[in-house]
């Protein structure tokens, strides 16, 4: 028998002297055991058995220890540092449960011991393929039906995935639940799951709309957490759910429901708790806190969440009013003076809240001393403001200031103005921006060579000396998270003044990008076969590879009615060439043709050449016959489309790059290289990998920047990526036997990295899946 040292990572810490046999254990099967005083023990006291057996990477097991005369903890470790730990299975059941989806092929040990130090006793470990119901509790059902799973309320919720559960676009299986929100309230809702990834969306009043995959706060957890205040009164939605589609198995949902402090009630020193929409009417007085420089001050709290815009007031007929606030991570801002009302001294500040959790707003005076009555407003910020008049040259509000997307001003560098440390003078505007926006930024100057810094709100930082018309500024990006950003316009050289012309304007990108058209612009002719009438073994999930694709495509609203699905017996040589020719007679110079094949590839004999070193040529395996790559290159020579794309996930595909991809606008994905294997993507439940993924990139996932577009480079890297992730150590082989791995082969050819794939709608698919 094996004999090693298994250490246990969590606060069950094992000995370290003794080594401790293993015995193995067998999916299916029973192990009857017994805790003794003669048995081996954790540091902490506990008795322990240790078993160990071989699993493969994605395999879904359960372990189940259960015992009548201890109470039973079950712990397993495998590669890659994996680890979990069970303690009960539920709160009516003392078993211990674990549902696991294995992260890799190697040894798996098992530890069967107790919650308490010295407990002993007969036991049962069983280990199965698949997973094992969890006993239920008194907690809310969690299956099955359109409608929600019961209400949530503060405390436990415990439930399973479990075919037969409603699924979310992707495949994923999901139970709902509804939770009354009120406005202002926080709350924090934890999904734990072992036998799953777990994945949390709350959609809710208010345009309440929460994702998340892993807990950021646990480092390297797969557990989902979310916390968030309700912009307003209502019922939310909860969906419980798994990253990946067709995950089951039992999870936890935990709801914590933090009631704000009563509205009238003072928090400590006097703070006291402000809402969305509320309007205060307060005074500053002799006995007040004070700042150091002698300005009487109140503070209040007010709990906000990530993205939020705010519109912020304070006015007084007393006295000069002044405005600061801040929050979680050192944020922080101040106004002076309404920057909308040159004429007025209220104060007035927008912005967009960095993250979940609580804020302190100041109302206090610009001069040390001053009293008297005020009016504060948290009010939600449109993003829209009363716009700045056009500036002239010799005006105040040239040297910078709040400007507004789609606004121009004109300006002046002068020798009053601020200065960088190199000796440049600058003015520094502000605009509000989201994520996904695309904007042009742009100055012109014929006074001087025009310089443009454009700061984020996080402080990243982006530059652009010369645009493409000589000496002025040009600076054409997609926003990369909402907030308010800083552009200074400044010089090139030291010193230099002068008349300028600054905007910040929306942008539909490079000229390339800016001529794609939205809309039914993808001309496609998809093909899946999954039975093959006996002329080849059949395949799972290949044919509604092609289905799927389809529906994809048309629920984003880019696939046009032209399109033809070709699946199982329909996909017959004739029926491809068919179906080609008549897409491809009605694709157009500003549409995109796809052609996209699942199932069978092959290869045959031929001479050696420039594109066929090898000596092999490669063909897709049809009903009732081939297509070579040869013939593919013809096909797509009769092709007038500004991009066409060949997708091909089948054995061999790679072998079609040199045939096909070899004139301007053709790009080819191909699932393996030309002399290895394709693997089914079981996991899920599709017919390759390659169709999953693209399928779910061309959902906008691939939209890696959030402007709604899917560029080639983008969807190149977003199925590499996902390759790396999940297809990493798929075993394939060549005709002859020789083994390898699975690797993805990308050919773009002429086109270029931020060329347009698609045109997604501007409202994207936000509510059915991820």
Do not use: W
Not at 55 to 69: E, K, T, V
Not at 499 to 509: I, L, N, T
Not at 692 to 701: C, S, V
Request: proline share 3%; net charge negative; hydrophobic share 30%.
């Amino acid at each position: 028998m094996l004999r090693i040292i298994l250490f246990a990572t969590t606060a069950l810490t094992m000995l370290a002297s003794p080594a401790m046999a293993q015995e193995q254990l067998r999916l299916g099967r029973d192990v009857a055991g017994s805790l003794t005083s003669g048995d081996d023990r954790l540091d902490s006291g506990e008795f322990l058995d240790l078993y160990e057996f071989q699993g493969r990477a994605g395999q879904q097991i359960g372990l189940r220890l259960s015992s009548d005369d201890f109470d039973p903890y079950l712990m397993i470790r495998g590669p890659g540092d994996f680890s979990e730990d069970n303690d009960d299975a539920s709160e009516d059941d003392r078993s211990a449960l674990l549902n696991l989806r294995l992260p890799a092929d190697g040894t798996y040990r098992v530890t069967a011991t107790s919650y308490e130090s010295g407990e002993r006793g007969n036991y049962r470990l069983s280990l199965i393929g698949g997973s094992i119901a969890m006993p239920q509790s008194g907690a809310a059902p969690s299956r099955g039906g359109g409608q929600a799973n019961g209400t949530l309320s503060n405390g436990t919720t415990r439930g399973q995935l479990a075919r037969g559960d409603q699924t979310l676009s992707g495949g994923e299986f999901v139970d709902r639940y509804t939770l009354p929100v009120r406005r202002g309230q926080t709350y924090e809702l934890a999904l734990s799951a072992s036998g799953f990834d777990p994945y949390l969306l709350v959609r809710g009043p208010g345009g309440l709309s929460e994702d998340n995959d892993d807990d950021p706060a646990r480092r390297g957890s797969r557990d989902s957490r979310i916390r968030f205040t309700a912009p307003a009164d209502g019922e939310a939605m909860v969906a419980a759910t798994s990253y990946d589609s067709g995950e089951t198995g039992s999870y936890t949902l935990v709801l914590d429901g933090r009631e704000e402090r009563a509205r009238d009630t003072r928090g400590t020193a006097g703070e006291t708790t402000l809402r969305l929409g509320e309007t205060r009417t307060g005074r500053l007085a002799r006995g007040d806190r004070q700042l150091d420089s002698g300005e009487y001050l109140n503070s209040f709290v007010f709990s906000g969440r990530r993205g939020q815009r705010l519109d912020l007031r304070l006015s007084s007929a007393d006295f000069d009013p002044y405005l600061a606030i801040s929050g979680p991570g050192d944020f922080s801002g101040f106004n002076d003076d309404d920057a909308d009302d040159p004429d007025s001294r209220d104060s007035r500040l927008h912005l967009t809240l960095p993250a979940d959790g609580e804020y302190r707003i100041t109302a206090t005076s610009y001069e040390a001393g001053e009293t008297g009555s005020y009016r504060l407003s948290v009010m939600a910020d449109s993003g829209s403001t009363r716009a700045e008049p056009p500036v002239r040259a010799n005006e105040r509000a040239a040297s910078g200031g709040r400007i507004t997307v789609g606004q121009t001003v004109a300006g002046r560098l002068g020798s009053g103005d601020a200065t960088l440390d190199s000796g440049e003078y600058v003015d520094t505007y502000s605009f509000v921006g989201r994520r996904g926006e695309r904007v042009a930024v742009e100055l012109t100057s014929s006074a001087f060579d025009a310089y443009t810094i454009l700061r984020t709100p996080s402080g990243e930082q982006r530059e652009n000396d010369d645009g493409q018309d000589g000496t002025d500024s040009r600076l054409d990006t997609v926003l990369t998270e909402d907030g308010e950003y800083q552009v200074m316009v400044t010089s090139y050289a030291s010193g230099e003044t002068g008349s300028y012309r600054f905007s910040v304007s929306p942008s539909r990108g490079s000229p390339r990008q800016a001529a794609v058209q939205s809309g039914a612009r993808v001309f496609a002719v998809m093909v899946g076969i999954s039975d093959y009438g006996g002329g080849q073994n059949n395949l799972p999930y290949t044919d509604e590879d092609a289905r799927k694709l389809a529906e994809t495509l048309q629920r984003e609203g880019v696939l046009n009615s032209a399109s033809v699905v070709l699946t199982n017996a329909q996909a017959t040589v004739g029926g491809v060439r068919s179906a080609f020719a008549r897409v491809a007679a009605q694709a157009g110079p500003d549409d995109m043709f796809l052609f996209f094949f699942s199932g069978h590839g092959d290869q045959s004999d031929t001479a050696v050449s420039g594109l066929e070193p090898d000596g092999h040529s490669e063909s897709i395996v049809l009903r009732d016959g081939e297509i070579s790559d040869v013939e593919m290159s013809r096909l797509f020579g009769s092709l007038r489309t500004r991009l066409s794309l060949l997708v091909l996930d089948s054995c061999y595909s790679g072998g079609f790059a040199r045939n096909v991809v070899d004139r301007p606008g053709v790009m080819g994905l191909f699932s393996s290289e030309e002399d290895l294997t394709s693997a089914v993507a079981d996991k899920f439940r599709a017919g390759g990998y390659l169709s999953h993924f693209l399928r779910t990139g061309m959902a906008g996932e691939a939209d890696g920047d959030g402007d709604h577009l899917v560029t080639a480079g983008e969807l190149s890297t977003y199925l590499r990526r996902q390759f790396v992730r999940e297809v990493d150590d798929v075993e394939s082989e060549t005709a002859d036997g020789q083994r390898n791995y699975q690797n993805l082969v990308i050919d773009r050819g002429g086109v270029q990295v931020d060329d347009v794939i698609l045109r997604l709608a501007a409202s994207g698919n936000s509510t059915g899946g991820r």
